[in-house]
């Protein structure tokens, strides 16, 4: 990881799905560890990501996200903050990524 900015933790919810948690600063310097977390991943398997921890994230983060979406195949993200949720509806991202709500993050979107 990039001087810790960004943690990533992998946990396998059941068979065929991961979950990737990550916490901190999704930017340029560390995008490549997201991507470097989803190339462990087995290429079969269904990914969530959870975004709850992410404090920023930029043009950089977005792309990291659109490698890790090509690379597994689909991807959900949860937890999206209302700062990237509208990078992602202004980049027309949001349904690409499938992004899931919860209650609790409809209520933070507004």
């Keep these: 990881m990039s001087d810790q900015l960004l943690t990533i933790e992998a946990t ?15 930017d340029y ?7 470097a ?3 462990d991943l087995r ?3 269904q990914v969530l990501i959870d975004l709850t921890g992410v404090t920023l994230c930029d043009s950089s ?3 990291a996200l659109l490698v890790v979406h090509r ?3 689909a991807i959900r993200l949860t937890g999206v903050g209302r700062h990237l ?4 509806d202004r980049t027309g991202l949001t349904e690409l990524l499938a992004v899931e709500y919860a209650a609790d993050d409809l209520r933070a979107i507004g």
């Design 71 to 73: 690379s597994a195949g």
């Design 61 to 63: 983060g977005l792309s």
């Design 85 to 88: 949720q509208r990078l992602l």
């Design 12 to 26: 396998r919810l059941d068979a065929g799905h991961v979950r990737l948690r990550l916490a901190g600063e999704l």
């Design 43 to 45: 290429g079969d398997e």
């Design 29 to 35: 310097d560390t995008a490549p560890d997201l991507v």
């Design 37 to 39: 977390a989803a190339a």
